[in-house]
């Protein structure tokens, strides 16, 4: 095995992206093909420091940012190159500033430290997207037109350049030009509100790319440095889904969190010579830009067949569905496979011996079918649970998993590797239909890439079979234990359990009584409502019949009712029966309510917080697929005003003086026997917005979760506040039921350790930066996630 150091972090916006690709590296080759001598991580002012693995499972870079003083090592650039030159290679696993413009690489190329990717003055070229525009057309290779607007132009000098470039245009695209592939980038729908946006562009950067909005299809392309130069792999071609206005693009909300807002053709709908034309342009530019080992080529094809690159990006993403992945498995290869080749490149290059076995284990755990999807407005969630579940029992040596989806009409697919790395189940869905109708095309492609890189067929390790469908029966008679990844609706009601229960069949988590139980969050607060004495409390609250009229003079009395029953001022509403985000959000009004009805009624998908008196304009609110016949208002509870700051560079976590109420939001997880369920660290959820939205509890990359809530010096949790919530949150499971595993919301008093009980989830999310993962490694000794998967199976015991 190689000794690989991994670099993540940096300045930029897309850090969170860096986190969730450093730990997919990590989980995926450690111990398995590397051994991962060192962590480094970069803060906003990129000094370095090195910091424990556990870190990696932080959400955001903001989860541990202020840690950093306690639980990180600040290095030294002298220590910092003696660290790495420890290790056999160097793998950047950063994005945008720092990562992917040539400093690091500089960095390591003056240490003389051989590292994984394209070297500093290359980086610097393709990282500009002017510069990398100019390349490409010196070299004749077709890029999306584009000026460069400089930051020291007048507004009149700017629309003179941009007005001559683009006669006639109205539609304009703005990025920066030395900035990551999604923050900062804009359509303009016209000239005036071009002109604003540059504007507000050149407050921040020093240099705007100014492009006409395209109108074909995006495709994306990874490369791969095989023994002969560069071969393109299967390309994905991006439709998007939902799409309000043509203005709208493949942003960072659509590349990276779990939504139905994108769906990834692969291979693309397009024929033989089209699909050759786009792999032949990636690799032109590969060639052209002096990349190394591995990039992504994004690009435009246009309605005459022209190939118009947009963007290169010299580091690939590697979060859990990412285009590397999606692509790679089209061949047969698992995450570890291609990042296997990816090193084995590297290290040839740099002279080095790579002994690295292949993957030849054969699993004889016993099999589980890991089941994620169905209709619920938390589907999506299930997907990155499900996948993430399939993916670290992957390398389990207790259980065997194969991933299946449920389909929203009740059918079942025993999905592809492929398919199932996608960010949604209508995408997954269609997918498993594309994966049977061009198994044929796929076959062919895939052939020739593989002759090309050489692959040994011991470097594919995962079936290319296509998905099959099952009936639900079909489903229940193949397997004799299931992991739910369900999230609300029949998962999670107890409807499915009683199903397997008929059946025989061992599941995770509570059985259909308790799950019953937790699903109905007013059933839940009468039974915490008998631990009163033992302090643990619940929210006053009233269940409410959906009316199906919003007049006003309605809307007033209902309002005055719930305000008299509840509380004074303000609300939180959230359907009696779904899951533990969609559709809930704080109403301070009666306008407020009136508008939350008739989205309700209207069957609204999603809520933007515009027009709701407590919400952020931009904030997003899932809402269930299906309308609520029962809503639930309980008590706004105040907290303490808790949050990170970042003080140039320096995060800081602030107990402001505004809100000194005592109370903090904490999620905690449970884990045992019926009856003997034991309750886990605790974490802070820290919300942007007063309540934590869907994004913020699962998805990684935007919530901050601080685990275990700190005392003094970070914070104000007086000694043994903890340890009383632990008792009392375990004390709660069991009264509820629960067996298995589960989450638990509540608030918590920072210092006598008295709870609030908000609500309990028998089925936790299990997404790739879950609290779960972070409270067992915050355990006495630490338990690691795969280990944890392992133990909510060793305890499913249903019959």
């Known amino acids: 095995m190689v000794d690989v150091a991994l670099l993540l972090g940096g300045p930029s916006e897309e850090r969170g992206i860096s986190l969730n690709s450093a730990r997919s590296v990590a989980d995926h080759l450690e111990g398995a093909v590397v051994n991962l001598t060192e962590i480094i991580f970069f803060d906003r002012q990129v000094r370095p420091y090195s910091i424990p693995r556990g870190l990696l499972y932080c959400n955001t870079p903001s989860d541990f940012d202020f840690k950093l003083a306690h639980e990180g090592r600040p290095l030294t650039e002298d220590e910092l190159i003696a660290r790495l030159r420890t290790a056999g290679l160097v793998f950047p696993c950063m994005h945008g500033e720092f990562g992917e413009d040539g400093q690091v690489q500089a960095l390591l190329e003056k240490a003389g430290v051989p590292f994984v990717g394209t070297g500093a003055q290359a980086c610097a070229t ?30 009149a000098e700017a629309e003179r350049v941009v007005t001559e470039a683009f006669p006639g245009v109205a539609k304009l695209v703005l990025k920066p030009a030395t900035g990551g592939s999604s923050i900062d980038v804009f359509v303009a729908r016209d000239r005036a509100a071009a002109t604003d946006i540059l504007r507000t562009l050149r407050t921040r950067h020093d240099r705007i790319v100014i492009q006409p909005r395209m109108h074909g299809v995006e495709v994306t392309t990874i490369v791969l440095d095989g023994p002969d130069g560069p071969v393109a792999l299967i390309p994905v071609e991006i439709e998007l889904q939902n799409q309000a206005t043509e203005d709208e693009i493949f942003d960072y909300r659509r590349k990276y969190l779990a939504s139905n807002d994108s769906h990834y053709h692969c291979p693309p709908p397009r024929d033989d010579e089209t699909i050759a034309r786009i792999q032949a342009t990636a690799e032109a530019v590969f060639k052209t830009l002096g990349l190394r080992d591995f990039a992504r080529i994004d690009a435009w094809l246009e309605e005459d067949g022209t190939v118009l690159v947009s963007d290169v990006n010299v580091i690939s ?28 490149a590297a ?35 299930s997907v990155l649970s499900g996948t993430n579940v399939w993916l670290k029992l992957a390398r389990s040596q207790k259980y065997a998993p194969t991933p299946y989806l449920l389909s929203p009409d009740g059918s079942v697919w025993q999905v592809s590797y492929s398919s199932a790395l996608r960010h949604s189940v209508e995408e997954i869905v269609y997918a498993c239909r594309d994966g049977v109708r061009l198994e044929e095309r796929r076959r062919r492609l895939a052939e020739r890439i593989i002759e090309r890189l050489r692959l040994p067929a011991e470097a594919r390790s995962t079936s290319v079979a296509p998905p099959v469908q099952l009936t639900m029966e079909e489903f229940l008679d193949r397997h004799e234990l299931v992991f739910i990844a369900l999230h609300g609706g029949a998962g999670e009601n107890g409807t499915l359990q009683e199903l397997l229960d008929a059946h025989g069949i061992r599941y995770n988590g509570s059985g259909p009584a308790a799950s019953r139980l937790c699903a109905d969050k007013y059933e839940t607060g009468k039974v915490v409502a008998t631990l009163e004495s033992e302090g643990i409390h ?23 009712d719930i305000i008299t029953e509840v509380t004074d001022t303000r609300v939180v509403v959230k359907p009696l029966d779904d899951g533990c985000s969609a559709g809930i959000l704080p109403l301070g009004n ?11 009624n209207a069957g609204a998908r999603r809520i933007k917080g515009a027009g709701f008196s407590l919400l952020s304009p931009d904030q997003l609110v899932e809402m269930p697929t299906s309308r609520p016949h029962h809503l639930l208002f309980e008590d706004y509870i105040d907290t303490d005003d808790v949050r990170v700051e970042d003080h140039s560079g320096d995060a800081e976590l602030i107990w402001g003086r505004e809100r000194d109420t005592g109370w903090i939001e904490v999620t905690v997880g449970v884990i045992g026997p019926r009856g003997a369920m034991v309750a886990m660290n605790p974490s802070i959820t820290v919300a942007s917005a007063g309540i934590l939205s869907l994004e913020e509890k699962f998805m990684g990359g935007t919530g901050i979760n601080i685990t275990p809530p700190p005392g003094a010096p970070l914070g104000r ?3 043994g506040a903890v340890d009383a ?13 629960m067996e298995g595993y589960g989450r638990i919301d509540a608030f918590m008093h920072r210092k006598t350790g008295e709870v609030i009980i908000i609500e309990a989830n028998s089925l936790p999310g299990l997404t ?12 006495e000794p630490p338990v690691p996630p795969r280990q944890i998967l392992e133990r909510i199976l060793d305890l499913a015991s249903h019959s």
């Open 590 to 600: 009666a306008s407020d309510l009136q508008r939350y009805l008739e989205l309700i």
């Open 126 to 155: 393709a990282f500009d997207k002017y510069k990398a525009k100019q390349a490409l057309d010196a070299a004749g290779i077709g890029a999306v037109p584009s000026v460069l607007v400089d930051a020291a132009m007048s507004d």
């Open 768 to 779: 790739p930066a879950t609290v779960f993962y972070h409270q067992g490694l915050a355990e």
């Open 347 to 381: 290290a040839h290059r740099n002279g080095l011996e790579f002994t690295a076995p292949y993957d030849t284990t054969i699993q004889t755990g016993e099999p589980v079918a890991v089941l994620f999807g169905g209709a619920t407005a938390e589907r999506q969630v």
């Open 538 to 560: 619940t929210a006053r609250r009233v269940r409410v019949d959906v009316p199906p009229s919003v007049e006003e003079s309605v809307i007033e009395t209902l309002w005055h």
């Open 717 to 719: 949790v007086e000694p």
């Open 725 to 737: 919530v632990r008792a009392r949150i375990a004390r709660t499971a069991n009264v509820l039921g």
């Open 317 to 344: 993403g590697m979060e859990q569905n990412s285009f590397l992945f999606v692509q790679a498995a089209q061949l047969g290869m698992t995450h570890a496979d291609v990042l296997r080749e990816v090193l084995r």
